[in-house]
Each structure stands twice: as C-alpha cells, then as structure tokens.
C-alpha cells in the first residue's frame, strides 16, 4: 500500500511539472519524444545497474527493455522528417520575410498596460533582468564549446540585436507594432556568418548549409487597458542536408528555447506593469 502511495505522488508531481513546461514550452511532440525518450534511457540505465522497484522496473530484462524502447523514441524523433509549414492567422509583417518554414515557436501573454507602456518595457529589459534565462543561455553556450562569463550588467536585448556584428539583422524596424529579426548561420556549429547585412540580401540568401531564422515582437491592443505581446521564431533550411541537421538540433534545444523566450516576454510584462515611479 505504501508503494502505491509513493508512485502516486511521483506521478502528480510529474503531472505538475508537465503542466509547468506547457505553460513555458507549449508542446512540441518530437521534441517532447527526444526528452521522453532520454528520460526512459536514464531510467532504464539506472535500473540496469541496480533494479528499483519504486520505478515500476523490478527486473533487468525489464530496464533493457525500457531503455531500448528510449533510445528508439530518441533516434526516431530525431530523424523524423520536418514538415513544411505555411503562415497562417493574422497578417503579420514577419509573413513578409519567411512565410513558409519548417520550424517555429509562437509565445504570448497579456499585459495590463498600454501597447506604448509595452513597447518601452521591451525596449528596456536586457538579459540581466532574467537569471534563469542567463543560466539557460550559458549552458546552450557551454555546450557550443563557449565559456565566456557575460558582463554583469548587459544593454537591452532588442538593442543588442540591432547592433552591427551581433550577428543578427532588423529586418524591420518601421511598424509602430512590430519588430522583426533575422538571422543567416549554422547555429550548431557556431563560428562567423555569412556576410549578409540587409533585408534584400536575407530575402535572396540560399547558400547551401545554412539556416535562415527570422522573428519579430509584437504588441497589439487588447481593449480594456490591455496589451497582448507576442513573440515568433520561425527557421527553414537553404537545403536538405541543412534541414537534418538542425532538426535534430532544435529538438533538442527547444525547451530551453521556449522557456528562455517565455522568461523574457514574462518579464517585459512585469516590467510594463508597475508604477512608473518604480521602473
């Protein structure tokens, strides 16, 4: 009785903590195949070596088998064919530069303050006003081979975009509503970008082996004294081989992805909502 209790528990808290992601990693199935299946390798390592009964794995044959039927979901999802998407819903001027990709991510949140309050809000909040995305961001760059510890106190993220050698691109900056980005590269090996450093040279790129990543940040009105802001990311190949490779790439960095951009739009929001005399 008591061994039921406890896997209980175990399992409302694991439906807790999959309610928690969905709300910073809205859900992504390949991506969640790869964790998923990571999760059920370690598992079945762990009990390779030593049986736990708490797990529900009482035999070795058993783990062998739960870490096969891992590795199975993590090779799959990770070589599963990317589908061809098409914008769709409200026109945005982000449709103007990539209205057809093979991989995105779409946040948004409501705010109880003015699209002007927002905008500013945006404008201002550098990656120092979020510790849990600077740690995420220091790991993705640990992982690239990248130790650099960033300076205490960093300028404002849309600022830093706009900056020449940030290796990013405005793409547009002229909307009262929306900013949008862009980005040419091959983000899982690092190293210099093509030299590419106007909206017509984005639109026009295809060298084969790279990436083109396009997003912006919106704010529209929601009545009310309301702001809804969003923030979209959308990728798509130059080529096939490209294409594979970055798959497995943002299957696996998709939920530090989203939680860092959550992070963010949730801190623009607490920033946009305070009294003026406390920003």
Same mark, same amino acid.
């Not at 992070?263 to 003026?276: G, H, K, Q």
């Given at each position: 009785?008591?061994?039921?209790?406890?896997?209980?528990?175990?399992?409302?808290?694991?439906? &807790?903590?999959?309610? @928690?992601?969905?709300?910073?990693?809205?859900?992504?199935?390949?991506?969640?195949?790869?964790?998923?299946?990571?999760?059920?390798?370690?598992?079945?390592?762990?009990?390779?070596?030593?049986?736990?009964?708490? @797990?529900?794995?009482?035999? /070795?044959?058993?783990?062998?088998?739960?870490? @096969?039927?891992?590795?199975?979901?993590?090779?799959?999802?990770?070589?599963?064919?990317?589908?061809?998407?098409?914008?769709?819903?409200?026109?945005?001027?982000?449709?103007?530069?990539?209205?057809?990709?093979?991989?995105?991510?779409?946040?948004?949140?409501?705010?109880?303050?003015?699209?002007?309050?927002?905008?500013?809000?945006?404008?201002?909040?550098?990656?120092?006003?979020?510790?849990?995305?600077?740690? @995420?961001?220091?790991?993705?760059?640990?992982?690239?081979?990248?130790?650099?510890?960033?300076?205490?106190?960093?300028?404002?993220?849309?600022?830093?975009?706009?900056?020449?050698?940030?290796?990013?691109?405005?793409?547009?900056? !002229?909307?009262?509503?929306? &900013?949008?980005?862009?980005?040419?590269?091959?983000?899982?090996?690092?190293?210099?970008?093509?030299?590419?450093?106007?909206?017509?040279?984005? &639109?026009?790129?295809?060298?084969?082996?790279?990436?083109?990543?396009?997003?912006?940040?919106?704010?529209?009105?929601?009545?009310?004294?309301?702001?809804?802001?969003?923030?979209?990311?959308?990728?798509?190949? !130059?080529?096939?081989?490209?294409?594979?490779?970055?798959?497995?790439?943002? /299957?696996?960095?998709?939920?530090?992805?989203?939680?860092? /951009?959550?992070?963010?739009?949730?801190?623009?929001?607490?920033?946009?909502?305070?009294?003026?005399?406390?920003?």
């Amino acid at each position: 009785m008591r061994m039921w209790i406890i896997r209980f528990v175990g399992l409302a808290l694991i439906a &807790l903590l999959l309610v @928690l992601l969905s709300h910073y990693a809205p859900l992504q199935p390949l991506s969640y195949a790869v964790w998923g299946g990571i999760v059920l390798m370690l598992a079945g390592l762990v009990t390779l070596v030593k049986p736990v009964r708490l @797990l529900g794995i009482g035999s /070795r044959a058993r783990a062998l088998v739960v870490l @096969l039927v891992g590795l199975a979901c993590v090779v799959a999802a990770l070589n599963w064919p990317a589908a061809t998407i098409h914008a769709s819903g409200p026109r945005q001027r982000l449709d103007d530069f990539m209205p057809v990709f093979e991989f995105y991510e779409r946040h948004e949140t409501l705010v109880r303050a003015a699209p002007n309050q927002v905008r500013e809000a945006a404008r201002s909040v550098s990656a120092s006003d979020m510790p849990a995305a600077v740690f @995420l961001m220091r790991v993705r760059a640990a992982a690239a081979g990248r130790f650099d510890r960033p300076n205490r106190r960093q300028p404002p993220i849309l600022g830093t975009f706009e900056q020449r050698g940030s290796g990013f691109l405005p793409l547009d900056l !002229t909307r009262p509503n929306e &900013l949008v980005y862009g980005m040419v590269g091959r983000p899982w090996a690092g190293g210099p970008r093509p030299p590419v450093s106007s909206p017509e040279q984005f &639109l026009a790129f295809r060298e084969p082996g790279n990436i083109k990543v396009a997003f912006n940040m919106r704010w529209d009105d929601a009545g009310q004294g309301k702001t809804r802001i969003s923030t979209e990311t959308r990728c798509t190949s !130059t080529d096939a081989a490209a294409g594979r490779i970055f798959a497995r790439y943002w /299957r696996v960095i998709y939920p530090g992805s989203a939680i860092i /951009r959550r992070v963010w739009l949730d801190t623009i929001a607490e920033r946009a909502e305070r009294p003026p005399d406390t920003h």
